[in-house]
């Protein structure tokens, strides 16, 4: 994207740049939200984003991120506490809306955006659960499981099994995370069914996505990737369908949020042999 105006006067849409993103983690941090400027970096270079400057100061965020042809997903929007009321949420969802025209969307709401995006046409249609902690003991990895770290040849089957749950294609977005996360592999028979990466992010390491057949894989695959991270700060983001929230609780990562899941569109639709649990982190999906 280009840096041309949207629209015209101090509080004209732009596009988020690079040189945006030590301001834009200032306005993070004054949410209280745990991304790094590595975080803004790594979300900045997969997707497409918009800005709001007023006297010369970044005081709005928004960005969105496309999965093939079909489908984005929105996050990272953000207005100033010193901008709110001036229409700046709303001119930035236009902006981002026509740059994504066509798409079918979905994005995590706040309880404060909620209803400009139900004015938008966004519609709930689900929720996610937020566990997080220092993790005090590493959780119990079920042996029965077979677990193992993912190799280079495994790479095309990771993204066969991410589109048949995620229901989109996100070939980018796994060749970034592959690029920086420790990845493992559920394998049975000789086919990879179930995969799980944790990465460096926020205030620790967040893990996710983690895509399994069932919740027996699927705690697997995170106990595997917690155990290295045991005494350090360890977040998830789960879809509440998956069930595995209470399990999350047991092992030391408590709830701490839940928030809902809305779509402009028909929502993305998973494959029945495989299941998302847990997100990339809630921006990226």
């Known amino acids: 994207m280009s840096g041309t105006m ?15 993103l030590e301001q834009a983690h200032g306005l993070s941090q004054a949410l209280v939200w745990p991304y790094r400027v590595e975080d803004w970096k790594f ?6 984003g918009f800005a709001v400057e007023a006297e010369g100061k970044l005081v709005g965020t928004a960005l969105w991120w496309p999965y093939g042809e079909t489908f984005g997903t929105i996050g990272m929007i953000i207005v100033s506490s010193n901008a709110q ?64 770290a993912a190799l ?14 995620a229901g989109m294609d996100r070939r980018r977005l796994l060749a970034a995370l592959m690029g920086i996360a420790d990845t493992v592999v559920v394998e049975r028979e000789g086919e990879v069914v179930g995969y ?21 894989d699927a705690r697997a695959i995170v ?13 998830i983001d789960v879809t509440e369908a998956c069930g595995l929230a209470s399990w ?16 402009l569109g028909e929502p993305p639709q998973g494959m029945p042999d495989a299941t998302l649990f847990a997100l990339s982190n809630q921006s990226l999906g």
Not at 43 to 48: E, T, V
Not at 152 to 165: G, K, N, P, T, V
Not at 248 to 263: K, T
């Open 248 to 263: 999350l609780v047991e092992i030391g990562l408590p709830q701490v949020d839940r928030a809902v899941v809305m779509a």
């Open 43 to 48: 979300a900045h270079d997969l997707g497409r």
């Open 152 to 165: 280079a040849d495994d790479r095309s089957a990771i993204e066969a099994l991410d589109e048949r749950a």
């Open 223 to 235: 106990a595997t990737l917690a155990a290295a991270h045991e005494g350090g700060f360890v977040r």
């Open 85 to 148: 009321r001036q229409g700046i949420g709303g001119r930035l969802m236009a902006a981002l809306l026509a740059d994504a025209a066509g798409r079918r969307l979905t994005l995590i709401s706040t309880k404060e955006g909620a209803p400009l995006y139900t004015r938008l046409g966004f519609k709930p249609f689900g929720f996610i659960t937020q566990h997080q902690a220092v993790l005090a003991k590493a959780p119990a990895i079920d042996a029965a499981v077979p677990v193992r």
């Open 196 to 216: 799980g990466c944790v990465r460096r992010w926020g205030r620790g390491v967040v893990i996710g996505p983690v895509i399994a057949r069932d919740q027996t």
């Open 6 to 20: 949207v629209e015209s006067g101090s509080s004209g849409v732009i596009a988020l740049t690079p040189d945006h």
